[in-house]
């Protein structure tokens, strides 16, 4: 790109820009603080040359300590410290492993993510807030756990004395071929594996996005996305590739107060935004289109409405569209978009900078396109080669046909970290007649249609249900037409859909666990089992054996605010949800009878782990929820 210095590191671009006076003073970041208490928003800059000279400053900081080419574990707050942190270990020539600090004194899954992380990558140090070493080391069972490491303030190498100019001269940082990054894959279909990056696929990656998304130096991006999650990690280096300004919030901030994301890009006037799918329906339920006139909002200087995410539901989005356009927000802005730990992050949108689409994004089996594929007669090849193909034979299938999507780019990982069989598996798939290309086999299934080519990402193929209609459906399918039935009564994104063990033989049958809304009222829940077994039976013909109500949190979900649906089979399975009601079906056809049952063992989990993405009255991101004492749950059958 003749109008970008295409570096082969982001961290490199830092004083490109430092140096250029139309950027020295120009906000890199801005951290957006939304008091809990009085609703009051302040905010901090730090400006391309002030980035420059911090990353110059906490890179010689750790290479007093550390080596080129240490694994470092990243345990900072979010906040500009840790966007701060995250460059300099580029800078200095170091791998990053970027993992949410847990709580130290609440035991739960963040722990055991934190030692798994520990475990796998080996790391020579890990560094984080003074406080949080503090804690750490107070924390017997956590302390001991973590004993081999050498523990860094960021607190004293941000307050280091600056390097002086050209003191990283000898360091070169990281290469294109080193690796800069493990980042860990969700986990929505298994235990998260540690995925390898190299710089200079990471550089790739965001260069991609860049021109995608048609990003500059005018652009601002309001992004609340963890720091620590793939994708809002990436468009920190997205946001130095393209020169542009950056709005950063917490997540926690977001889900006690989701308006706040609709007042930031009205206050900074922003252009970009990415987002999980599940934002809309929340900012909707929470947010408050309608009395939002009075104060002022004003979304029409946004282009790019980043939706991550899949699955991607139409309705759900002209229904955003449709409430927040007399706010300005206009429905070419949409952007949906796919991507994954194992190529970096972006892979594609179906968004085009060209206007004059009037006609809006065409939709598949109630989904909106992810990507926008290059004619068969296209002679150039594409950046990010995406094809749809036969699993079992590798062959490209014809358009119109499901298949699994495969990924070829300059962006792929390395593989996952200690792996190697899965790693061949994923990273390694071979299409007939094109030797020496490797694809990334995504586990996502896919269709193109239309003469446009859109791809559309249907569902994971470890998330297909028998389907009476026609042979199969896809989980989220399901998940839907049940909230659907109730959504007063059940939570939105808290379902759960997959099939497991009869209670009473060893048949798979079709079961549905969903978190009930706060506050629900309880004097006929079997009327609203039935109406869940029978919403899903009408819309998509799956026959549900099992509709499960449990209290609010227990649904296991990733950081990223994906069902866990393995996880959740697992649970039902062990016997550990806290049940509220459940009821059985006997029959087999699409009517069917019900009979509540008592949670026979008595002992509710208290625990349930907390994310980012908690929902309504969500936890904070560093915390675990944990319940009181254990207590007999007695349910009155209703019949």
């Excluded at 080193?178 to 990656?205: E, F, I, R």
């Excluded at 026609?470 to 037409?481: F, I, K, S, W």
């Excluded at 039935?485 to 969903?514: L, N």
């Amino acid at each position: 790109d003749p109008c970008y210095p295409d570096q082969p590191v982001v961290h490199r671009y830092l004083p490109l820009w430092a140096r250029m006076p139309a950027f020295a003073a120009k906000p890199a970041f801005v951290w957006a603080d939304d008091d809990a208490a009085t609703g009051a928003m302040s905010s901090t800059a730090i400006t391309y040359s002030e980035l420059n000279a911090a990353v110059e400053r906490l890179a010689s900081g750790l290479l007093g300590t550390l080596r080129r080419g240490d694994t470092v574990l990243v345990l900072a707050s979010p906040g500009l410290r840790l966007v701060k942190l995250l460059f300099a270990c580029q800078r200095a020539g170091l791998t990053a492993v970027p993992v949410i600090p847990p709580d130290p004194s609440r035991p739960g899954p963040a722990h055991a993510q934190l030692l798994r992380a520990v475990s796998q990558t080996r790391p020579s140090a890990a560094v984080a807030d003074a406080r949080y070493v503090t804690a750490v080391a107070s924390s017997s069972r956590l302390a001991a756990a973590l004993s081999g490491l050498r523990w860094l303030s960021v607190d004293g190498l941000d307050e280091g004395e600056a390097g002086l100019p050209g003191a990283m001269a000898g360091h070169a940082g990281c290469g294109a071929g080193d690796a800069y990054l493990v980042q860990y894959t969700s986990g929505a279909t298994g235990v998260p594996k540690p995925v390898v990056v190299t710089a200079g696929s990471a550089a790739h990656n965001v260069r991609a996005a860049r021109r995608a998304y048609d990003l500059g130096p005018g652009s601002t991006i309001v992004s609340w996305l963890p720091q620590y999650h793939d994708c809002g990690l990436m468009f920190l280096l997205l946001t130095v590739v393209s020169g542009a300004t950056c709005v950063l919030a917490s997540p926690d901030a977001f889900l006690r107060r989701p308006r706040l994301w609709l007042e930031l890009i009205s206050e900074f006037k922003a252009t970009c935004t990415p987002v999980p799918s599940f934002t809309l329906p929340l900012v909707l339920r929470r947010g408050g289109g309608r009395s939002a006139s009075a104060h002022g909002l004003q979304l029409g200087s946004l282009r790019n409405l980043i939706l991550i995410n899949e699955p991607i539901y139409k309705a759900c989005v002209d229904e955003f569209v449709a409430e927040f356009g007399r706010h300005g927000l206009r429905s070419e802005s949409v952007s949906p978009s796919y991507g994954l730990a194992e190529n970096c992050t972006f892979v594609s949108t179906a968004w085009r900078s060209t206007s004059g689409r009037v006609d809006g994004l065409p939709s598949y089996k109630k989904l909106l396109p992810s990507a926008r594929l290059p004619s068969s007669r296209a002679h150039e090849a594409s950046e990010i080669e995406i094809v749809v193909v036969d699993e079992k034979t590798g062959e490209p299938v014809r358009d119109g046909t499901e298949g699994e999507v495969w990924v070829s780019s300059p962006s792929n990982a390395s593989g996952y970290l200690g792996h190697p069989s899965a790693s061949h598996e994923a990273f390694c798939g071979r299409m007939p007649g094109r030797a020496g290309s490797c694809f990334v086999r995504t586990g996502d299934r896919g269709v193109v249609t239309g003469p446009e080519r859109y791809l559309y990402v249907v569902g994971r193929s470890v998330d297909v249900v028998v389907s009476a209609l026609d042979g199969h459906v896809h989980a989220h399918y399901v998940e839907t037409a049940a909230f659907g039935s109730a959504p007063d009564r059940v939570r939105g994104g808290c379902i759960a859909a997959f099939t497991a063990p009869a209670t009473r033989s060893s048949k798979e049958q079709m079961c549905v666990v969903a978190e009930l809304q706060k506050g629900s009222r309880s004097d006929d829940h079997t009327s609203l089992c039935d109406g869940i077994r029978r919403s899903v039976w009408e819309a998509e013909r799956v026959r549900v054996g099992r509709v499960m109500l449990v209290q609010s949190g227990a649904v296991p979900k990733t950081t990223s605010g994906k069902v866990r649906r393995g996880a959740a089979r697992e649970k039902l399975v062990a016997r550990r949800y806290p049940v509220v009601f459940e009821a059985l079906y006997d029959n087999c056809d699409g009517e069917g009878s019900t009979r509540a049952v008592r949670n026979e063992d008595g002992e509710m989990e208290e625990r349930c782990a907390a994310s980012w993405m908690a929902g309504e009255g969500g936890v904070p991101a560093m915390a675990t929820a944990l319940g009181g004492a254990s207590r007999r749950v007695r349910v009155q059958s209703f019949l």
